[in-house]
């Protein structure tokens, strides 16, 4: 988790876990529109989350 990760969870909670797929898009913008807390707290733990399959082992 680098640090302009972590600022762009504080300032833009939603452009922070652009690269982690549509879905973490999707909940962390929603979060966001119903409150700027719970949208910052879910783009961190989605961050900061190391069992996410950020590669794919198909063997």
Same mark, same amino acid.
């Given at each position: ?6 600022? /762009?969870? !504080? !300032? !833009? ?11 973490s898009i999707v909940i962390? !913008? /929603? /979060? ?11 783009? /961190? ?8 399959y950020d590669h794919h082992d198909y063997?």
């Amino acid at each position: 988790m680098s640090l302009i990760r972590v600022l /762009l969870a !504080f !300032f !833009f909670p939603p452009l922070a876990v652009i690269d982690k797929g549509c879905g973490s898009i999707v909940i962390v !913008f /929603l /979060l966001t529109l119903a409150g700027w807390v719970p949208g910052v707290i879910a783009a /961190l733990v989605i961050l900061n989350n190391t069992n996410r399959y950020d590669h794919h082992d198909y063997s």
